[in-house]
Nanobody, 118 residues
Framework: QVQLIESGGGLVQAGGSPRLSCAAS????????MGWFRQAPGKEREFVAA????????YYADSVKGRFAISRDVPKNMVYLQMNSLKPEDTAVYFC???????????WGQGTQVTVSS
């Protein structure tokens, strides 16, 4: 059974630096691209960052580039999102995602709320 379980969200002051974690289980992730998306109230889900499992190639949305860093721990099957210099507009539910680039398999976690207070 495939599971993506996020943790690390909560209430954070502006300028804070929390780290989100995603525990990925249920299959080999070698070919997958692991990502973080977020959805703010009343808005569509948007891409935040992604990393290829095998090579560790990183991709970022312009809105978080230079502030957020995605990483993975292959032996532990973990994906992280280090968030720095948080702003109130970063408030959202953050979702972990696993995407197979060829088969279209796509998995989501349940999400973790991050609320940034000004």
């Amino acid at each position: 059974q495939v599971q993506l379980i996020e943790s690390g969200g909560g209430l954070v002051q502006a300028g804070g630096s929390p780290r989100l974690s995603c525990a990925a289980s249920g299959r080999s992730w070698t070919i997958y691209t692991m990502g973080w998306f977020r959805q703010a109230p009343g808005k569509e889900r948007e891409f935040v960052a992604a990393i290829t499992w095998s090579k560790g190639e990183e991709y970022y949305a312009d809105s978080v580039k230079g502030r957020f860093a995605i990483s993975r721990d292959v032996p532990k099957n973990m994906v992280y999102l280090q968030m720095n210099s948080l702003k109130p507009e970063d408030t959202a539910v953050y979702f972990c995602n696993a995407d197979h680039p060829y088969s279209g398999e796509d998995y989501w976690g349940q999400g973790t709320q991050v609320t940034v207070s000004s």
